[in-house]
């Protein structure tokens, strides 16, 4: 409707910004009570909308707005989620919360607060589900607009195993609709690489990130068994068919996540190699997901930012310190994020875990709430910018400084070295339990060797690998297995004793040349059965033939024992559990360290571990060794991890490099051949013995921290530094992949682990991105180099040093520089850049620069800054300039310190401006009032204070002084009149307090009086006084005086009760004495009493309670006799108590007072004596305040059930009732609550509805229920809300029987609306002058009047009556005729009368009105109407007409309103409301009030 201007954020207040029509559309609008005037825009702020209500708002009213807006939180399930905003507004805001798909009923999960301090308004979502997953919105609403935001809560589940199976059916039935039901989104996630999963989720709006990540993962488990089923054909593995049905049959295998080094020949079991490439897949998600979870939830804050309050033209610093290193968090200010630069700088302490921002230059702009966001966990604090203090002028300007935090300071670095020695200390704990168990697994892969060695003998087996360079496919021959023709199998007959033969499966990976090959050693059929499950029942079997020898020729696969087998097994258990657990260790290094090279280093590595590949080295046509193989057997067997704990069997697998797949099939014990054609043959030696199966290898080496980017400068020295996990590795460094070799410039060193590249110094062509490998792991850095300004070292010093010249000379600076050309040099004075003027010329050149500031004055004293800039960077150096001169007078009045009979002491304030040099001396000169001349005084130190000695008693005197400095002695000051004292002696002290009592001694202490005499005091007298006698008795010496204010009586007599007096004396004399003290034995101190017993309370209200206890028993030489008693309260919601007595009170009672209605309060007595307090005795439980319950009852018996109101008048009904505690009431209409417009006003005791204006819709039984946790009391009252009724329609006579006439006639329009309505008939005949009533109560519309007299004429009225009064009547036409001579009737034409009556209008509406407070306001309309309108005015929708604060006149249609004097409560819509019989008219306008 609106049209907006430039700047959207931006709301034009003033009518000119709007044209003629709308304003003309608003004025319309808001005349007419229509709100849809309303005009929405943005706010500066980010994400907030604004809806004002009125184009044109008052001069000190402001619509709402989002200071800081809530932030989008991402929490763990169970954890505490935080909403915060801070809003502004005039008058003040009221801010509520919403959320899109639920409610905010459920109060102990959804807290609102409001913390005074910050001005933030606070949502608490405690212990979040996924329900609470949602977008919620926060509202801030005033009288001239409202403001709303939207943010967003995200749940992280908090379960870390996606195998949890009965949290993920929780969480499908939570799991709300979105963009999850898409199918393009489960194909972009399907496709999408795992860091850009949480910006895919965003896209589409789905918040649950962790639950979709869940359902990938089944999708991709269920794609991949849909896959296999239609590519995987399964083959029978009865073993007794074993040999036939395997003929013929082709297996293929699937390998899942493939990348370029995948190809080659794979020969294997095709089962085992997809179930285990299922696991890897599982096993990455799992870990992927842990790491995620690491990620969010692992760091926290150990030291928070603090508010910090500083000056205008300021810095100020925020610190935090983290619990573990990041290399970046985020900083914002009221919801925006902050970046370095000229503005904010943003730094991070060498090892990252101290983090600062520091805003320079602060202004009132800055102020507001920074946040510091470290991953999903944040802290936020308030910059508060004050007016400077020190204000620029003439008066030297103040020196930048920085602000911290108030309080107390930790030591930021402490906290972080601790911190890192703490994470230091979990890593060293770490290696050395992978130390150990690796030096475990060592001796256990030992033992398995020696194991395997001396079983050798038996397993003899010679293998011939020949390949066909043709077509790639791969022959293996055995000595006793099975030999294969052309490719046609010929099957021979199996020797007796065997039970299967060995399925031999081998895989090699051609990379770079080298042959990368991973061998298992296969096992029987029954070794297959031990490892399904089927292990005791194998051992049973094996051990009833356990004495039984085993030939070559009845079973090539067992050379030892199955015992022997079964404790290699064991083993394997053992070292696969060690691998699994070095990977963990790998992962949480890595994470500790935080380096984002070394995560990824360490995530290759784990991808290649749980691939189960081993690179090896191969000759140039190849082929591969047997010391090779035998070799890479047992180093490999260390990486197969997991793969190798769920199969638990030998295998032994080859890869080729021509990526395919060839499986032989299952051989029986007979001896079978092959022929093929091949230009290369493979012979494979004999093995010796069993092969081991999972022997353990060296994990590699680890990046314990990784290399860092380094910006180094040019021509200064540069380091590269990184540290691995073993001492006894070397690396090679390179630099944009060229290797780098030590030389004059660069120095590689090695210090143990530590490996580090140092540039002596750089050159432009020293950038660029260097590498460090060690054991086929490596990290990355980038080192670039910049060549920024930089100022001359000798020139830098010299500027940095204050520099001083006098009034009127010249001061001149000069700096030469260097760095990356063209460089940008501006000169700053306190602040406020420098141009060429009368006073300043600024020398600029490619390497130096000179500014010359002329004819210096005083007030030129302040900072003086140099800036140079270029793409490189910016460097500052600040200087001071002092320019002397000579210092401005003391600053009086002078203070008199001390004014006696011999001297006058007093002192002064030092100049303002000592020019520059500190004041050396002060010359002062003396006149005594009443004579023309002065006398010298002589000079005294630069200290602002003077002792005259020379003084007569009595007299005043003046003085003048002059501060004297280096640069000369400055303009007089002169002080007022001073006046020698005269003996004055000093007021009364307090009474002496006894601070403690023994046999021996009886330590008192006092405090100085208040009125001092003039003179300083030189100490004091102490008297002392026993019980019973009159005479005093001075304490100390009378030539010496007591100097403190504490004295430690000694002459005293044990037993003996004494009190104390002490006066001041001062150079007048001894002054009065003070009161006496209370009286103390000379005894050692008392025990304190015990607890008080039987403490409860006997009577509660809102506002006191009584206590009652019974004093404590007295124990000689445990606790002694009670002689008071102290009584404390504390609050249910504090922790400190509060003494309710000053004193202590003797009685066992008391009655606490100024307690808060139906707040909970803690109870606790301490009994006291000379001894101390005792033991506080508290109450088991809390008292509520509130008086006993008592039942509610309604206490006015004169209240009415029935009530009967004019439409337009107030309702109003009142019930007294008493009820303890505090009861609910709720008011009901109709068993219905009452509407908005009814005001319900609650007192103590009583209760009132009032509805200011009512209407016939109102009426109805309005009931009050009065409840409380005792019972609840209800009254009903009818209320009927009418009016006087309209008259009925027309009526009509009827004659039914000779002698009657029946009256009919339509029933009054009010009858349907009210159900009280009747009906009178009144009857006139032409022999009677007076209407008599016939009938009466009438609820029809028709009555038969009898005895009707032939030959009179009668007349009938109807009336409609209700409870207000009575309608005008109905006539109806002449019954009867007098019987008369009949005459001539002569019909005139007849003439049809004209109708002039009309509904209510207003001719002349009323006109908005302004007017000043106190003055009256005069407003007027013209209305018409027939019959005459009634005329009703209104203010703010109640009715004015009886109030006596208005005069209302109406005066032949033209109505008038005048207010007397004009307030500001006058100010509102004003409404004028004529009806008649026929209709109704409004007239509004607004009034205004200015000041």
């Known amino acids: 409707m609106w049209t907006r201007g430039k700047n959207p954020g931006q709301l034009a207040t003033r009518s000119s910004r709007f044209s003629l029509v709308h304003q003309y559309i608003l004025r319309f609008n808001e005349v007419s009570g229509n709100k849809s005037a309303a005009i929405r825009r943005r706010s500066k702020t980010p994400g907030v909308m604004i809806t004002q209500y009125a184009a044109i708002l008052p001069e000190d009213k402001s619509t709402p707005d989002f200071q800081c807006k809530p932030m989008p939180v991402t929490v763990k399930e169970g954890n505490l989620a935080i909403f915060k905003a801070v809003v502004t507004g005039d008058p003040k805001p009221d801010v509520s919360w919403r959320r899109a798909k639920g409610n905010l009923a459920d109060k102990e999960k959804f807290q609102k607060k409001y913390d005074e301090s910050t001005g933030e308004h606070i949502l608490e979502i405690h212990k979040v589900s996924a329900e609470e997953a949602d977008t919620y919105k926060c509202y801030a609403v005033n009288e001239c607009g409202k403001a ?24 499908s039935k939570a799991q ?27 896209e589409y709006g789905v918040a649950d990130l962790n639950t979709i990540l869940k359902k990938l993962e089944e999708k991709r488990n269920q794609k991949g068994k849909n896959k296999q089923k239609d590519v995987i054909i399964s083959y029978d593995n009865d073993a007794k068919k074993q040999d036939i049905q395997s003929l013929g049959k082709k297996n293929y295998i699937r390998n899942e996540g493939t990348v370029q080094h995948d190809t080659g020949i794979y020969i294997g079991d095709v089962e085992e190699a997809n179930r285990h490439n299922r696991h890897l897949t599982l096993v990455n998600a799992e870990k992927d997901l842990l790491l995620t979870e690491f990620k969010i939830s692992n760091v926290d804050f150990v030291i928070k930012i603090q508010e910090i309050k500083a000056e205008e033209s300021d810095d100020a610093l925020f610190e935090c310190v983290l619990t573990h290193p990041l290399p970046k968090i985020t900083w914002m200010r009221k919801g925006v994020l902050l970046e370095d630069g000229e503005k904010c700088n943003i730094t991070v302490s060498d090892n990252r875990l101290i983090h600062r921002l520091l ?64 994470i230091q200390g979990e890593m060293e704990k770490i290696l050395k339990a992978v130390k150990e168990k690796y030096s475990e697994a060592e001796k256990l892969k030992g033992e398995i060797l020696t194991r395997g060695d001396d079983c050798s003998g038996s397993d003899k087996r010679n293998k011939t690998q020949r390949k066909n360079t043709k077509d790639g496919t791969v022959t293996t021959s055995e000595d006793n297995g099975c030999i294969t023709e052309d490719g046609d199998l010929k099957k021979k007959k199996q020797t007796k004793g065997q039970a299967g033969c060995n399925l031999t499966s081998e895989r090699k990976i051609m990379k770079d040349g080298a042959l990368t090959t991973f061998e298992d050693c296969d096992v029987t059929r029954e070794g297959e059965q031990m490892r399904a499950g089927g292990l005791k029942k194998e051992k049973q079997r094996t051990d009833s033939i356990k004495g039984e020898p085993f030939e070559d020729s009845q079973d090539p696969g067992h050379g030892s024992n199955v015992s022997n087998i079964q404790q290699d097994q064991e083993a394997e258990h053992d070292v696969t559990e060690f691998i699994d657990q070095w990977d963990d260790v790998v992962q949480q290094l890595n994470q500790f360290r935080g380096n984002m090279n070394c995560n990824k280093s360490a995530r290759n590595q784990q991808k290649t571990n749980n691939a189960d590949w081993k690179e090896q080295a191969s000759d140039s046509n190849g082929q591969v060794s047997d010391d090779e193989l035998n070799t890479e057997e047992i180093k490999d067997s260390a990486d197969r991890g997991k793969y190798q704990q769920s199969l638990k069997q030998n295998k032994k697998s080859q890869h080729a490099a021509n990526g395919k797949c060839v499986f032989p099939g299952e051989h029986g014990e007979c001896d079978k051949t092959e022929n093929v054609n091949h230009s ?84 432009e062509d020293n950038s660029g991105k260097y590498r460090f490998e060690a054991d086929g792991r490596k990290t990355e850095a980038m080192l670039s180099i910049r060549d920024p ?172 002084i002059w501060a004297v400095t280096s640069e000369g002695m400055s303009e007089v000051m002169e002080t007022d009149e001073m006046q020698a004292g005269k003996f004055a002696f000093p007021g009364p002290p307090a009474p002496p307090k006894v601070v403690s009592a023994f046999n021996d001694c009886i330590n008192i202490s006092w405090s100085s009086p208040s009125s001092t005499g003039g003179s300083r005091l030189l100490g004091y007298i102490l008297e002392k006084r026993k019980q019973g006698s009159n005479l005093w008795t001075c304490v100390n010496a009378p030539d010496e005086i007591i100097k403190e204010k504490k004295y430690a009586v000694k002459d005293v007599v044990e037993g003996i009760e004494y009190e104390f007096r002490v006066c001041a004396v001062n150079l007048s004399g001894a002054g009065e004495f003070s009161n006496a003290s209370e009286f103390v034995f000379a005894r050692d101190p008392k025990k304190p009493p015990g607890k008080v017993t039987g403490l409860k309370v006997t009577e509660t209200s809102y506002s006191n309670m009584v206590v009652t206890w019974t004093k404590p028993e007295d124990k000689p030489g445990i606790q002694d006799e009670a002689k008071g008693y102290f009584v404390e309260i504390r609050r249910a919601d504090c922790i400190e108590w509060c003494r309710c007595n000053s004193s202590p009170v003797i009685m066992t009672s008391f009655n606490v007072k100024g307690l808060k209605s139906m707040d909970m309060y803690w109870v606790r007595v301490i009994a006291i004596n000379d001894g101390g307090e005792g ?87 309005y009931s009050v229920l009065v409840k409380n946790i005792v019972g609840q009391e209800t009254f009903s009252t009818e209320v009927r809300v009418t009016d006087d009724p309209k008259p009925p329609g027309p009526v009509e006579l009827e004659e039914s029987v000779p002698g009657t006439v029946t009256v009919i006639w339509q029933p009054s329009p009010d009858e349907k609306r ?79 009368d004209c109708d002039l009556r009309c509904t209510p209008s207003f001719i002349v509406p009323l006109k908005p009105q302004t007017a000043t407070v106190g003055y009256e306001c005069y407003m007027s309309c013209a209305v018409k109407g027939d019959p005459a309108a009634r005329i009703t005015w209104y203010r703010n929708h109640v009715s004015i007409n009886t109030d006596t604060n208005y005069y209302v006149s109406n005066t032949c249609g033209v109505c008038s309103l005048l207010i007397l004097r004009v307030g500001p409560k006058d100010v509102g819509e004003y409404k004028v409301v004529a009806d008649n019989s026929l209709g109704r008219a409004e007239c509004s306008t607004v009034l205004s009030v200015r000041e």
């Open 1175 to 1261: 033991t506080p005795e508290e109450l088991p439980n809390y008292i509520l305040a509130m008086p006993l319950p008592v039942r509610p009852r309604f206490t006015n018996n004169k209240m009415k059930s029935f009530m009967v109101v004019r439409a337009g008048n107030s309702v109003r009904i009142t019930v007294n009732f008493e009820a303890s505690p505090w009861p609910e009431i709720t008011w009901l209409k109709d068993n219905v609550p009452v509407m908005k417009r009814v005001t319900i006003s609650n007192s103590d005791g009583s209760s009132q509805l009032l509805i200011p204006t009512s209407e016939r819709l109102d009426s109805g039984i």
């Open 148 to 171: 709303v935001c939207t943010t967003t809560l995200s749940i992280v589940d908090g379960s870390t195993i996606p195998e949890d199976f009965r949290k993920l059916l929780k969480k």
């Open 680 to 763: 290369a043959n493979h012979t494979r030696r004999k093995r010796q013995g069993l092969l081991v199966t999972d022997s353990l290898t060296d994990p590699g080496v680890q990046f314990i921290w990784g290399l860092s980017d380094v910006d180094a400068i040019i021509h200064e020295s540069a380091e590269l530094m990184c540290k691995l996990s073993r001492e006894d590795r070397e690396g090679v460094w390179f630099r944009d992949g060229k290797q780098i070799y030590p030389d004059d410039n660069v120095s590689i060193t090695m210090n143990g682990p530590i490996h580090k590249l140092v540039i002596m110094k750089c050159s």
């Open 789 to 960: 300004p930089r100022f001359d070292p000798e020139d830098l010093s010299a500027f940095t040093r204050p520099l001083a010249v006098k009034v009127g000379h010249n001061a001149t600076y000069k700096l030469q520089f260097i760095g990356h050309k063209p460089i940008k040099v501006q000169w700053y004075k306190d602040g406020d850049e420098l141009k060429d003027d009368n006073s300043t010329m600024i020398e600029r050149s490619a390497s130096h620069t000179r500014l010359l500031l002329s004819r210096c004055q005083r007030r030129d004293t302040g900072e003086i800054k140099i800036k140079i800039k270029n793409d490189h960077g910016f460097t500052e150096a600040v200087s001071q300039l002092v320019v002397l001169d000579k210092p401005s007078p003391p600053l009086g009045p002078a203070e008199v310190t001390e004014s006696s009979a011999l001297c006058i002491e007093f002192k002064w304030r030092p100049p303002k401006d000592d020019g520059g040099s500190p004041v050396t001396n002060y010359i002062l000169e003396r006149q005594q009032v009443g004579r023309n001349t002065w006398k010298k005084m002589g000079e005294i130190p630069g200290v602002p204070i003077y002792r005259d000695t020379d003084v007569d008693r009595g007299r005043k005197y003046c003085y003048r």
């Open 359 to 422: 805003i320079k230059d602060c202004t009132k702009l800055d102020k507001g709430i920074y946040s510091a966001v470290a991953g999903i966990i944040s802290c936020s604090a308030w910059l508060v910018v004050e007016d400077q203090r020190n204000p620029t002028g003439d008066a030297k300007k103040a020196i930048r400084k920085t602000a911290k935090a108030a309080g107390v300071q930790a030591d930021l670095e402490k906290v972080a070295k601790e911190q890192q020695i703490k």
């Open 176 to 202: 709300t609709a979105g963009g999850d039901n898409d199918e393009t989104f489960w194909d972009a996630m399907m496709n999408a690489d795992k860091r850009d999963y949480e910006s895919i989720c965003s």
């Open 1314 to 1392: 009210d159900d009280r309505l009747h009906y009178t008939v009144s009857k006139l005949e032409s022999t009677k002058h007076t209407w008599t009533t016939v009938a009466d109560r009438l609820f029809n519309n028709r009555f038969t009047v009898c005895n009707i007299m032939q030959g009179r004429e009668y007349h009938f009225r109807v009336y409609a009556k209700n409870d207000m009064g009575i309608s005008a009547p109905s006539e109806s036409p002449i019954w009867g005729m007098e019987k008369k001579k009949e005459k001539m009737v002569i019909t005139e034409p007849s003439r049809k």
